[in-house]
């Protein structure tokens, strides 16, 4: 059977290994593993299917010979922009989050809302097996924020807790975090492959400007959740360990496991 031809960020990633992001590379690994066929990348024009990512802008780059538009499988893509518009001629199997939903003019169909990084228990497998948690607190800093000041902060101030980098490879990233009893993340796939294990987690604020809150939104909006704020810093520092158990306390992903089967259930058959 021919590669899946699949577009997804690459960013520095793509000339430097040591540059590749998690989150836009387990994208790759999801679709192999649920197509039983090889990946390959491609850019947009010359890609069959788009998944992981606030990547659906790229959708209008997809033409055949530059100028006729032709159709992706989009499948649990994401907006990253609030006034963005995006194209209903694709075939969209799932997306991100009820934002993006209504950021498509002309829809076709009733897509399935949800990121496929929800589906992390897949590609380490033997997801039924608990996991011990070895983490006290998991830190994962988005990439743009590895270098603030607020990161070797948080980990002095914080007892037992240990940085996640999110250029290491996949795999050791998905099980260092299933292996967390908590997490803090300013990369939204550090929370959503936190949410994919059942582990507690919270969203942090280390940086304004840098990363869209925006796809954050529209992530939460799949659970049906709004209104989701991310903390500072100093909060919490400030609020020490009754600050963890309160946020562990109020922890919830409404319809987990339902929105899992829908992923699934959703992949395309290309």
């Given at each position: 059977?021919?590669?899946?031809?699949?577009?997804?960020?690459?960013?520095?990633?793509?000339?430097?290994?040591?540059?590749?992001?998690?989150?836009?590379?387990?994208?790759?690994?999801?679709?192999?593993?649920?197509?039983?066929?090889?990946?390959?990348?491609?850019?947009?024009?010359?890609?069959?299917?788009?998944?992981?990512?606030?990547?659906?802008?790229?959708?209008?780059?997809?033409?055949?010979?530059?100028?006729?538009?032709?159709?992706?499988?989009?499948?649990?893509?994401?907006?990253?922009?609030?006034?963005?518009?995006?194209?209903?001629?694709?075939?969209?199997?799932?997306?991100?989050?009820?934002?993006?939903?209504?950021?498509?003019?002309?829809?076709?169909?009733?897509?399935?809302?949800g990121?496929?990084?929800?589906?992390?228990?897949?590609?380490?497998?033997?997801?039924?097996?608990?996991?011990?948690r070895?983490?006290?607190?998991?830190?994962?800093?988005?990439?743009a924020?590895?270098?603030?000041?607020?990161?070797?902060?948080?980990?002095?101030?914080?007892?037992?807790?240990?940085?996640?980098?999110?250029?290491?490879?996949?795999?050791?990233?998905?099980?260092?975090?299933?292996?967390?009893?908590?997490?803090?993340?300013?990369?939204?796939?550090?929370?959503?492959?936190?949410?994919?294990?059942?582990?507690?987690?919270q969203?942090?604020?280390?940086?304004?400007?840098?990363?869209?809150?925006?796809?954050?939104?529209?992530?939460?909006?799949?659970f049906?959740?709004?209104?989701?704020?991310?903390?500072?810093?100093?909060?919490?520092?400030?609020?020490?360990?009754?600050?963890?158990?309160?946020?562990?306390?109020?922890?919830?992903?409404?319809?987990?496991?339902?929105?899992?089967?829908?992923?699934?259930?959703?992949?395309?058959?290309?």
């Amino acid at each position: 059977m021919k590669p899946i031809k699949l577009y997804w960020c690459r960013g520095e990633g793509r000339s430097d290994p040591s540059k590749q992001n998690f989150g836009d590379y387990l994208s790759p690994l999801l679709v192999e593993l649920l197509s039983g066929r090889k990946v390959e990348y491609a850019p947009v024009q010359r890609a069959d299917l788009m998944a992981v990512g606030s990547i659906l802008g790229r959708e209008a780059k997809a033409k055949r010979w530059g100028f006729l538009p032709y159709r992706l499988h989009i499948w649990g893509t994401g907006t990253g922009a609030e006034q963005a518009h995006y194209s209903g001629r694709h075939h969209y199997h799932a997306v991100r989050g009820a934002l993006t939903r209504a950021q498509i003019d002309g829809l076709r169909s009733d897509p399935v809302l949800g990121d496929p990084g929800l589906l992390a228990p897949w590609v380490l497998g033997d997801r039924e097996r608990p996991v011990a948690r070895q983490i006290r607190v998991g830190l994962i800093p988005h990439y743009a924020d590895q270098a603030e000041p607020a990161v070797a902060e948080l980990l002095a101030g914080i007892p037992g807790a240990r940085l996640i980098n999110v250029f290491s490879p996949v795999k050791q990233v998905l099980a260092e975090i299933a292996s967390c009893d908590f997490v803090l993340s300013s990369s939204m796939h550090g929370l959503i492959v936190a949410d994919s294990f059942g582990v507690p987690n919270q969203w942090l604020l280390l940086s304004r400007g840098r990363i869209s809150e925006y796809k954050f939104a529209d992530y939460y909006s799949a659970f049906g959740l709004s209104g989701l704020q991310p903390l500072l810093p100093q909060t919490v520092l400030a609020g020490g360990p009754a600050l963890f158990e309160q946020l562990r306390a109020e922890y919830r992903r409404p319809g987990l496991e339902r929105i899992q089967q829908d992923l699934l259930g959703s992949f395309p058959q290309l």
